[in-house]
């Protein structure tokens, strides 16, 4: 997996993404700014606010908004950095550039694939890594890599699109009879001429938390960027299932790096407050720790960062760019 990495860095170094405003940050420059060193402790609760002091403490700006993307459009990136163990936490760095929520925001992020605590339930070519809680527990995980089904956060660039219904067909990959109590969340998802949308996206119901603080929030479509990744493989798995609303919004949706599609940036329930109080979830893991919570390859976030997230895209977005997202794997 080191070509990717080489061609990410290349990018950064290229004169036709330097900055239009500020110079970006090259490398290990970049990294050395954005990477916590020493990380905080991972608890249950999100961390975003000491993280985002931190890093503004080191940098003023990331100089990754209005850049000049590589067929002369305007691009705006955020960047994602995540250890080879992914049973580490990794941090996703982004910049709004006007309103009160101005300035470098930084957070803790998931890139895990699909994970086993039983070494039974491991794959062949599954990668192995330790949680370490700040009590001292320490817990084995068996977990994809990024070139297998639902593995690991794959390094590279990716185009990014807020899963809203103004520009999306949404349907739920939970089946109706998991869908009880839901029904105020589907008629926000489904407007009357959703039909027309567009894009299209499968969202789970648990990417949606119920605390009222987070009911604009939305998952992010992680897209990938085949002209900004050369030399990354892009196909078609043989025999794979397809969704038919997804082939008529996108023919080559199910193209993708080694095979993989589907991928988002998201959230989930286990910060909601009745979450904590239900007796069904007492003791979980889940509750006790962001790391034990599940990503099934994708990227995923606490709600209070992805709701950052969204207002990020959505200024730049709003500017005419192209919203990206730098994924990079890094030697922490």
Same mark, same amino acid.
Request: aromatic content about 8%; hydrophobic content about 35%; charged content about 30%.
């Given at each position: 997996?080191?070509?990717?990495?080489? #061609?990410?860095?290349?990018?950064?170094?290229c004169?036709?993404?330097?900055?239009?405003?500020?110079?970006?940050?090259e490398?290990?420059? %970049?990294?050395?700014?954005?990477?916590?060193?020493?990380?905080?402790?991972?608890?249950?609760?999100?961390?975003?606010? /000491?993280?985002?002091?931190?890093?503004?403490? @080191?940098t003023?700006? %990331?100089?990754?908004?209005?850049?000049?993307?590589?067929?002369? *459009?305007?691009?705006?990136?955020? #960047?994602?950095?995540?250890?080879?163990?992914?049973?580490r936490?990794?941090?996703?760095t982004?910049?709004?550039?006007?309103?009160?929520?101005?300035?470098?925001?930084?957070?803790?992020?998931?890139?895990?694939?699909?994970?086993?605590?039983?070494?039974?339930?491991?794959?062949?070519?599954?990668?192995?890594?330790?949680? @370490?809680?700040?009590? /001292?527990?320490e817990t084995?995980?068996?977990?994809?890599p990024?070139?297998?089904?639902?593995g690991?956060?794959?390094? /590279?660039?990716?185009? %990014?699109?807020?899963?809203?219904?103004?520009?999306y067909?949404?349907?739920?990959?939970?089946?109706? @009879?998991?869908?009880?109590?839901?029904?105020?969340?589907a008629?926000?998802?489904?407007?009357? =001429?959703?039909?027309?949308?567009p894009?299209y996206?499968?969202?789970w @119901?648990?990417?949606?938390?119920? =605390?009222?603080r987070?009911?604009?929030?939305?998952?992010?479509?992680?897209?990938?960027s085949?002209?900004?990744?050369? /030399?990354?493989?892009?196909?078609?798995k043989?025999?794979?299932?397809k969704d038919?609303?997804?082939?008529?919004?996108?023919?080559?949706?199910?193209?993708?790096?080694?095979?993989?599609?589907?991928?988002?940036?998201?959230?989930?329930?286990?910060?909601?407050? =009745?979450?904590a109080?239900?007796?069904?979830?007492?003791g979980?893991? *889940?509750?006790?720790?962001?790391?034990?919570?599940?990503?099934?390859?994708?990227?995923?976030?606490?709600? =209070?960062?992805?709701?950052?997230?969204?207002?990020?895209?959505?200024?730049?977005?709003?500017?005419?760019?192209?919203?990206?997202?730098? #994924?990079? *794997?890094?030697?922490?």
């Amino acid at each position: 997996m080191r070509a990717p990495r080489a #061609v990410f860095a290349l990018c950064l170094l290229c004169p036709a993404v330097s900055a239009a405003a500020a110079r970006p940050k090259e490398g290990a420059a %970049l990294i050395q700014d954005l990477w916590p060193d020493p990380f905080p402790p991972v608890g249950a609760k999100s961390l975003r606010a /000491g993280l985002t002091a931190r890093a503004r403490r @080191k940098t003023r700006s %990331l100089g990754l908004s209005g850049m000049k993307g590589l067929d002369g *459009e305007t691009v705006s990136r955020a #960047v994602a950095l995540f250890p080879r163990d992914r049973a580490r936490a990794g941090v996703i760095t982004f910049e709004i550039e006007g309103g009160a929520r101005h300035g470098i925001h930084q957070c803790e992020a998931l890139g895990r694939g699909i994970t086993s605590f039983d070494p039974k339930g491991a794959k062949p070519g599954w990668r192995t890594g330790v949680i @370490k809680e700040p009590d /001292g527990r320490e817990t084995t995980v068996h977990y994809a890599p990024e070139d297998q089904e639902d593995g690991a956060a794959i390094p /590279g660039i990716y185009d %990014l699109r807020n899963i809203r219904p103004d520009e999306y067909k949404i349907g739920f990959l939970n089946k109706s @009879k998991d869908l009880a109590g839901e029904e105020a969340l589907a008629k926000r998802l489904s407007p009357p =001429d959703r039909d027309k949308k567009p894009f299209y996206s499968g969202v789970w @119901k648990t990417w949606y938390p119920r =605390d009222p603080r987070y009911s604009s929030i939305a998952p992010v479509d992680l897209i990938w960027s085949e002209r900004d990744n050369p /030399g990354v493989p892009v196909y078609e798995k043989p025999g794979v299932k397809k969704d038919p609303e997804q082939i008529s919004h996108n023919p080559r949706y199910y193209a993708g790096p080694y095979g993989r599609y589907g991928m988002a940036i998201h959230t989930d329930r286990w910060d909601d407050p =009745d979450r904590a109080a239900d007796p069904q979830y007492a003791g979980k893991n *889940e509750l006790r720790n962001f790391l034990f919570r599940d990503t099934a390859g994708c990227i995923k976030v606490h709600p =209070d960062c992805l709701q950052l997230i969204n207002a990020f895209i959505d200024e730049q977005k709003a500017k005419g760019r192209t919203v990206q997202l730098d #994924v990079r *794997e890094v030697n922490r």
